[in-house]
C-alpha cells in the first residue's frame, strides 16, 4: 500500500499475542496498552533519498537549535519571552554551558514529511523525548522481520557514548515501576548506557540541606531524570531542587540548558533572528526557510495555523486553525498547559496520510538526535493532531 513517499508493507500477524509477548521481552512492554493496541503490526517505508534529505536537514536544524539557544543566555528578557520559568533563569546564568552541539544529549525532531516529500519540523522535543523503546528496540527487529532496512541501529551505541560522558548514578521517571512508557524507557536507557545506574521513582526524591535523596536516604549526585524542568515552577519542591542544582549538589540530565531547547518558542525566535537577518550563515539559514515553520508569538497569519503552549507534550494545549482563521480541531485528550505556559503560533503543515491495518492515518515522523547525531526513526500515527491516542508504527527505509 502506498501513500506518495511512504510504502505500507505487511499485514498484521493473526497471533499478535505471541508477537505482543515477543516485543515484551526484548524491553518494549506496552505494544497494547489498557486493552488498546497502541502498536500497528505493518512497517510505514520511507523512500530514501527523503530520508537522507531528514537525516541532512536533522543535522543542520541541530545547529540552528544549539546556536539560538547559545544566543538567549543571559538574557532574561529573552527567557521571558520564550517561556522560561524564572525559577530556572538563575541557573541558566551560573553553570556552564554544555559544549556546542550538546547542550542536549537526548532529543527528537519531530517532522511532518507529507505524502509528496516536503519536510517540515513542527517541534524539537530536547529535554524528555519517550519513544526511545520504539526507535531503538522495537523498530530495528520489525523492520528486520518484514525485510527493510532501519537506520536506526546506531541509536544503542550513542546513548552509552552519551552516558559514558555525562555518568549518572540514578535515573528517574514519575511513577517508576507503574508507568510502563517512561519506566520501561529509563531502563532502556540504563540497559544500553552499559553504566551501574539505580532506578527510582521521581515522586520518592526529597531535598535535605541542597542535597537531592531518594526514598531511603541515599545522596544523589549525578541524575537522569524523566522529568520536564518547566514543572518545577509548579511542582511542591520545585524551588529546594532548582538550589539542589544551583548549588553544584546535583548534576541534571538532560542539562537545565535543554529547556532552552525545549521550549517552543526558540523556534519563534529562532524564526524571528532569521527575518533579521542576524545570526546564522548561508547554510543555516536555507534550511530555516526550507524547513522550518514560520513561528510567532502572536496569530499574524493569513490562511491556517496551529497554536499550541510553549511546553505542551503529548498534543496537549495544540489547536488547529482553518483559513479563515476559525478553531478546526483540538486535542481534548491531552493535558492543556497553555494556562501555565505561553502559547505560541505557527503555520500550518500536512502530516502524511497512510494506509494501515487501523484506517488511514495522519503520519508523524520522528527523529532522534542523540549525542549531537541524527540517528533513528519514530513513528506515530493518529489523527491530524498527535496525541496520546496515537499508535506507533515502525518507520523503515528503502
Known amino acids: 500500500m502506498t501513500a506518495g513517499v511512504f510504502e505500507v508493507v505487511g499485514y498484521p500477524d493473526p497471533d499478535r499475542s505471541a508477537k505482543v509477548e515477543l516485543l515484551k521481552e526484548m524491553g518494549f512492554g ?4 489498557e486493552g488498546e493496541s497502541y ?11 527523503v530520508y537522507q534529505e531528514l537525516e541532512r536537514a536533522s543535522g543542520i536544524l541541530w545547529r540552528v537549535f544549539d546556536k539560538t539557544a547559545r544566543y538567549l543566555i543571559g538574557k532574561r528578557d529573552l527567557y521571558h519571552l520564550i517561556g522560561i520559568p524564572p525559577v530556572l533563569w538563575e541557573m541558566l546564568d551560573l553553570l556552564p554551558v554544555p559544549p556546542e552541539g550538546l547542550i542536549s544529549r537526548y532529543a527528537r525532531f519531530d517532522f511532518a514529511v507529507s505524502n509528496d516529500g516536503v519536510i517540515k519540523l513542527l517541534e524539537l522535543n530536547a529535554d524528555t523525548p519517550t519513544g526511545y523503546v520504539e526507535a531503538a528496540i522495537a523498530t530495528p527487529w520489525l523492520c528486520g522481520q518484514a525485510g527493510v532496512e532501519s537506520p536506526n541501529g546506531l541509536m544503542p551505541g550513542l ?3 552519551a552516558w559514558a560522558e555525562d555518568r549518572p548514578d540514578t535515573a528517574a521517571c514519575v511513577a517508576y515501576g507503574t ?9 532502556a536507557l540504563v540497559r544500553h548506557s552499559g553504566l551501574d545506574v539505580q532506578c527510582v521513582d521521581c515522586l520518592d526524591l526529597w531535598v535535605n540541606e541542597g542535597t537531592l ?3 531511603e536516604g541515599r545522596a544523589i549526585g549525578r541524575l537522569f531524570a524523566l522529568y ?12 529546594a531542587l532548582a538550589y539542589a542544582i544551583e548549588s553544584g549538589n546535583l548534576q541534571l540530565f538532560n542539562p537545565p540548558h535543554s529547556i532552552l531547547l525545549q521550549s517552543k518558542g526558540l523556534q519563534a525566535a529562532a524564526w524571528g533572528l532569521f527575518e533579521l537577518g542576524l545570526l546564522y550563515d548561508r547554510e543555516e539559514r536555507d534550511a530555516i526557510e ?5 513561528t510567532y508569538n502572536k496569530p499574524v497569519f493569513e490562511g491556517s495555523f496551529v497554536s499550541k503552549s510553549m511546553f ?10 482553518d483559513t479563515q482563521g476559525n478553531l478546526e480541531i483540538e486535542d481534548l485528550e491531552g493535558f492543556d498547559t497553555s494556562a501555565l505556559f505561553p502559547v505560541v503560533y505557527q503555520k500550518r503543515a500536512e502530516l502524511a496520510r497512510i494506509p494501515t491495518a487501523a484506517g488511514e492515518l495522519h503520519l508523524l515522523t520522528g527523529m532522534f538526535v542523540i549525542n549531537g547525531t541524527p540517528c533513528g526513526l519514530l513513528g506515530r500515527a493518529g489523527g491530524p493532531i498527535t496525541g496520546n491516542s496515537s499508535h506507533f508504527i515502525a518507520v523503515g527505509v528503502k
Request: hydrophobic letters at 35%; a negative charge; proline letters at 4%.
Open 30 to 33: 506496552w505494544a497494547d496498552l
Open 39 to 49: 502498536w500497528i503490526d505493518q512497517v510505514a517505508v520511507l523512500r530514501k533519498d
Open 159 to 161: 546513548v552509552a557514548s
Open 179 to 187: 508507568h510502563l512508557e517512561d519506566s520501561g524507557t529509563i531502563e
Open 213 to 215: 535523596r531518594d526514598g
Open 228 to 239: 520536564p524542568k518547566e514543572w518545577m515552577a509548579v511542582d511542591e519542591g520545585g524551588d
Open 290 to 294: 526550507r524547513y522550518m515553520l514560520p
Open 312 to 321: 505542551g507534550r503529548e498534543g496537549g494545549s495544540v489547536k488547529l486553525y
